[in-house]
């Protein structure tokens, strides 16, 4: 299996590695690019708001014929109403610079 060292290099937007083999030779480079705070945010409301999906799902199965949600269980999917409302805002206005109420 291939191992990889971390390469300082002055590129702040990349991850340089060199590429080793089994036995120890280098075989090559490799590099990544590091995400920027906007990419890390967006990424972290979208991971949110798949979650939100399924506590959505949980919160409407609640309601059945002889069951509904109690008065804590409306009041904290109304907290999470705001919150999956304020990262589809977010998302859409492209304003990541935190992830705060999402």
Known sequence: MNTRKLVPTSDSRVRLFQVFNDA???IGTD???IPTPDEVNAATIRS???QALAANAAYQALFTPT???TAAQTTAQTRRNA???SALIRLMLEQLDTTDGT
């Open 31 to 33: 590099e990544e690019l």
């Open 48 to 50: 949110r708001l798949l």
């Open 24 to 26: 120890g030779q280098q």
């Open 67 to 69: 069951n509904t949600p």
């Open 83 to 85: 919150q999956q409302n």
